[in-house]
């Protein structure tokens, strides 16, 4: 399994970016997944998860209801559409499982977010 995450870049605070994810393999469907960040000097945090189908999502409460997680399992691909974004958003965001690690144990490179004030 591989993880490809795009869509990070730089922006103004305030602004919005949408990040994709392409999960290669046949399991991306029946896993529920998540969206992670490390910022500088700090551990790995879950953002938001979504189950399986779709129907049920959870979100870290930095981010509730500026961050919108949604998949897509026909195209294997993971979205994190992210409005009214701060500079505390800055970080590398990856996807994964949720819980992290049931598809291999791997990371992708992740994308950049950084939020200028």
């Known amino acids: 399994v591989q993880f490809a995450e795009s869509g990070g870049g730089l922006v103004q605070a305030g602004g919005s970016l949408r990040l994709s994810c392409a999960v290669s393999?046949?399991?991306?469907?029946?896993?529920?997944m998540g969206w992670y960040r490390r910022a500088p000097g700090k551990e790995r945090e879950l953002v938001a998860a979504i189950a399986s189908r779709g129907g049920s999502t959870t979100y870290a409460d930095s981010v509730k209801g500026r961050f919108t997680i949604a998949r897509d399992n026909g195209k294997n691909t993971l979205y994190l559409q992210m409005n009214s974004l701060k500079p505390e958003d800055t970080a590398v965001y990856h996807c994964?499982?949720?819980?992290?690690?049931?598809?291999?144990?791997?990371w992708g490179q992740g994308t950049q977010v950084t939020v200028s004030s």
């Open positions: 994964n499982s949720f819980p992290a690690g049931l598809m291999g144990g791997y």
């Open positions: 393999g046949s399991t991306f469907s029946i896993n529920d």
